[in-house]
């Protein structure tokens, strides 16, 4: 039995024959010699895993243009044999499996593979990946934010006069929590601003989590301030709470902050989870966009504080830090995207079925490799057509960039996913990004296993035809309930042929008796495994307990690169 991949405009159609039917698939012809990546690698981070280390030989030298493609010998490296190495076949089951298959990489269809550079199908000439954009890493911006917040707290400390007098110890307090807070709403918006750099090197998934845990943090400040603040007046003007509430309310500042408290307060409680999966994106989003407007309030109460109008000097920098922040949001939030829209004319030009239901849309436009989409990141789209326009939709990249060509592979979900399905050619389309850093920087091992469950294929389909390596490098495990939803399957076993790379289907229930992702049973389709380094993009849950197995199986959290993100409420 055989399944064709459906001719792709980028893409060469590929008959793969598959195990089963009753039927012995023809024996595979012997692999070419060993070819190089479809994409070589760039210079930068990127190639780090290929410098002489304990156990791990430098990359061979580059051969010259006369011989063998660049980058890798004619023949087989030294100690590997020159046929395909040993893999996991159709046949080959742990015996604890419970209906669950895998396969490794299908035989090679009769012939010379599509992309061997026969005279019908010359071999794509080789791109440079894009220059890597600047990158802050996790541990630097950590360190940033904790130190922003020492010098806040050093800016207290130096203005604080110890008292014994119990409204003194109040004001004192209210003063501290109320300059964290503050702080804190700033940091906030930065971490949502999508500045390239702090994108590309934290990843979107992890600042989406150090901003929820912040903005809880934010709240509990905001309101010990609050309590302190009035608890200070009520002793200073020897009434009680109810009354010193009435009277601070009669102040503008006091008014401002308790409205932006209000909003704060408003945004937090539509981000719990119980919340936000009962009202749509748009309601969300909306409410999200008043974040902007406490900000600004809760500034003009930090304005008329004695803390910050006690100084020229602190005056400056506390407006200038705001200012900052209030740039780059517009900058990148509003600018960028619709600068982008202008330049490159991105318009949809092709919306195809992959899988029941789950389709690929493509869009061109007009310079594409200027906006420097590097393998495994993502977009966050905007189709200006009806029910869409409204809602930017993370979506990563199925496919490298080519020929101005971006591509997309979209699981049919709910309204927005639908919609999605819908798109007519020619729709015009705004594109933010690119975001995430589930990229080849990452990396820092010869060896790579890449491990996807569902539709989180996406973006490690373009890291497993676009990481440097030879064969036997790549090992890329697919996890699915059947091959019904295997999506991009003749792609991906073409790419695994013409690499030699291993590539494992992990079929059955998910709540079967046997699981795949168990830490055994890793280790038996991956005997090295802890020497890897691992990619992982699936469903949140999945991801969790992937994560956990590779941990008990020997892999170290630093070598396990994972970035999963929800996509939008009812998507």
Same mark, same amino acid.
């Given at each position: 039995?055989?399944?064709?991949?459906?001719?792709?405009?980028?893409?060469?159609?590929?008959?793969?024959?598959?195990?089963?039917?009753?039927?012995?698939?023809?024996?595979?012809?012997?692999?070419?010699?060993?070819?190089?990546?479809?994409?070589?690698?760039?210079?930068? =981070?990127?190639?780090?895993?290929?410098?002489?280390?304990?156990?791990?030989?430098?990359?061979?030298?580059? *051969?010259?243009?006369?011989? $063998?493609?660049?980058? #890798?010998?004619?023949?087989?490296?030294?100690?590997?044999?020159? +046929?395909?190495? @040993?893999?996991?076949?159709?046949?080959?089951?742990?015996?604890?499996?419970?209906?669950?298959?895998?396969?490794? =990489?299908?035989?090679? @269809?009769?012939?010379?593979?599509?992309?061997?550079?026969?005279?019908?199908?010359?071999?794509?000439?080789?791109?440079?990946?894009?220059?890597?954009?600047?990158?802050?890493?996790?541990?630097?911006?950590?360190? +940033?934010?904790?130190?922003? !917040?020492?010098?806040?707290?050093?800016?207290?400390?130096?203005?604080?006069?110890?008292? %014994?007098?119990?409204?003194?110890?109040?004001?004192?307090?209210?003063?501290?929590?109320?300059? /964290?807070?503050?702080?804190?709403?700033?940091?906030?918006?930065?971490?949502?601003?999508?500045?390239?750099?702090?994108?590309?090197?934290?990843?979107?998934?992890?600042?989406?989590?150090?901003?929820?845990?912040?903005?809880?943090?934010?709240?509990?400040?905001?309101?010990?301030?609050?309590?302190?603040?009035?608890?200070?007046?009520?002793?200073?003007?020897?009434?009680?709470?109810?009354?010193?509430?009435?009277?601070?309310? +009669?102040?503008?500042?006091?008014?401002?902050?308790?409205?932006?408290?209000?909003?704060?307060?408003?945004?937090?409680?539509?981000?719990?989870?119980?919340?936000?999966?009962?009202?749509?994106?748009?309601?969300?989003?909306?409410?999200?966009?008043?974040?902007?407007?406490?900000?600004?309030?809760?500034?003009?109460?930090?304005?008329?504080?004695?803390?910050?109008?006690?100084?020229?000097?602190?005056?400056? /920098?506390?407006?200038?830090?705001?200012?900052?922040?209030?740039?780059?949001?517009?900058?990148?939030?509003?600018?960028?995207?619709?600068?982008?829209?202008?330049?490159?004319?991105?318009?949809?030009?092709?919306? #195809?079925?992959?899988?029941?239901?789950?389709?690929?849309?493509?869009?061109?436009?007009?310079?594409?490799?200027?906006?420097?989409?590097?393998?495994?990141?993502?977009?966050?789209?905007?189709?200006?057509?009806?029910?869409?326009?409204?809602?930017?939709?993370?979506?990563? /990249?199925? !496919?490298?960039?080519?020929?101005?060509?971006?591509?997309?592979?979209?699981?049919?979900?709910?309204?927005?996913?639908?919609?999605?399905?819908?798109?007519?050619?020619?729709?015009?389309?705004?594109?933010?990004? @690119?975001?995430?850093?589930?990229?080849?920087?990452?990396?820092?091992?010869?060896?790579?296993?890449?491990?996807?469950? +569902?539709?989180?294929?996406?973006?490690?389909?373009?890291?497993?035809?676009?990481?440097?390596?030879? $064969?036997?490098?790549?090992?890329?495990?697919?996890?699915?309930?059947?091959?019904?939803?295997?999506?991009?399957?003749?792609?991906?076993?073409?790419?695994?042929?013409?690499? #030699?790379?291993?590539?494992?289907?992990?079929?059955?229930?998910?709540?079967?008796?046997?699981?795949?992702? *168990?830490?055994?049973? /890793?280790?038996?389709?991956?005997?090295?495994?802890?020497?890897?380094?691992?990619?992982?993009?699936? @469903?949140?849950?999945?991801?969790?307990? %992937?994560?956990?197995?590779?941990?008990?199986?020997?892999?170290?959290?630093?070598?396990?690169?994972?970035?999963?993100?929800?996509?939008?409420?009812?998507?």
């Amino acid at each position: 039995m055989t399944t064709e991949a459906r001719p792709h405009p980028l893409y060469t159609p590929v008959a793969v024959p598959l195990a089963g039917g009753g039927r012995t698939p023809p024996p595979a012809p012997p692999f070419p010699p060993a070819a190089p990546p479809l994409v070589p690698p760039a210079p930068g =981070p990127a190639d780090a895993w290929a410098a002489p280390s304990a156990g791990h030989p430098a990359a061979p030298p580059a *051969a010259p243009s006369a011989g $063998p493609r660049p980058g #890798r010998e004619a023949g087989p490296r030294p100690g590997r044999e020159a +046929g395909p190495r @040993p893999r996991h076949d159709a046949g080959h089951r742990p015996r604890h499996d419970a209906g669950l298959r895998a396969t490794g =990489p299908a035989p090679a @269809p009769h012939g010379r593979p599509p992309h061997s550079g026969s005279p019908a199908h010359p071999v794509r000439p080789p791109h440079p990946l894009p220059q890597p954009a600047p990158r802050l890493a996790p541990e630097r911006l950590r360190a +940033g934010i904790l130190g922003g !917040a020492g010098a806040v707290a050093l800016l207290w400390g130096v203005q604080a006069r110890p008292s %014994a007098r119990l409204g003194a110890f109040f004001a004192t307090g209210a003063h501290l929590t109320g300059l /964290l807070a503050g702080y804190g709403v700033l940091v906030l918006l930065l971490l949502m601003a999508r500045v390239p750099a702090v994108e590309h090197g934290v990843g979107a998934d992890r600042l989406a989590r150090w901003h929820s845990l912040g903005g809880r943090y934010v709240l509990g400040l905001i309101a010990a301030h609050t309590v302190l603040a009035l608890c200070g007046y009520a002793v200073h003007a020897r009434t009680d709470l109810l009354t010193a509430t009435g009277e601070l309310l +009669g102040y503008g500042a006091i008014a401002a902050a308790v409205a932006g408290t209000a909003l704060l307060t408003a945004v937090g409680v539509t981000s719990a989870r119980a919340v936000r999966s009962r009202i749509r994106h748009e309601t969300w989003h909306t409410v999200h966009l008043g974040a902007l407007l406490a900000a600004a309030l809760g500034f003009v109460h930090q304005l008329a504080g004695p803390d910050i109008a006690g100084g020229l000097l602190t005056r400056w /920098l506390w407006s200038m830090a705001h200012a900052t922040v209030a740039v780059l949001l517009l900058w990148y939030r509003f600018a960028v995207p619709v600068r982008a829209a202008l330049r490159h004319d991105l318009r949809v030009a092709e919306v #195809r079925d992959e899988a029941p239901g789950v389709v690929s849309v493509l869009v061109r436009g007009r310079g594409v490799a200027r906006l420097r989409a590097e393998p495994g990141q993502f977009f966050r789209w905007r189709f200006l057509s009806r029910g869409l326009w409204a809602t930017a939709l993370p979506f990563s /990249l199925s !496919a490298p960039v080519r020929d101005d060509t971006l591509r997309i592979t979209v699981k049919v979900r709910g309204d927005h996913t639908r919609r999605v399905r819908r798109l007519r050619p020619g729709t015009r389309v705004l594109a933010s990004g @690119p975001f995430g850093a589930l990229t080849a920087h990452r990396r820092t091992r010869r060896k790579v296993l890449l491990l996807a469950g +569902g539709v989180g294929i996406t973006p490690l389909r373009t890291l497993f035809e676009t990481l440097p390596g030879g $064969p036997g490098d790549m090992t890329l495990l697919y996890r699915a309930s059947d091959e019904g939803g295997l999506v991009l399957r003749a792609e991906l076993e073409a790419i695994a042929h013409e690499r #030699r790379a291993a590539l494992h289907y992990l079929l059955g229930p998910s709540d079967g008796s046997y699981d795949p992702l *168990a830490a055994r049973a /890793l280790r038996a389709l991956v005997p090295d495994l802890a020497a890897h380094d691992v990619y992982l993009c699936g @469903p949140p849950a999945m991801a969790r307990a %992937a994560t956990a197995s590779l941990r008990r199986a020997g892999v170290p959290a630093a070598r396990i690169h994972a970035e999963n993100f929800e996509e939008p409420t009812r998507a």
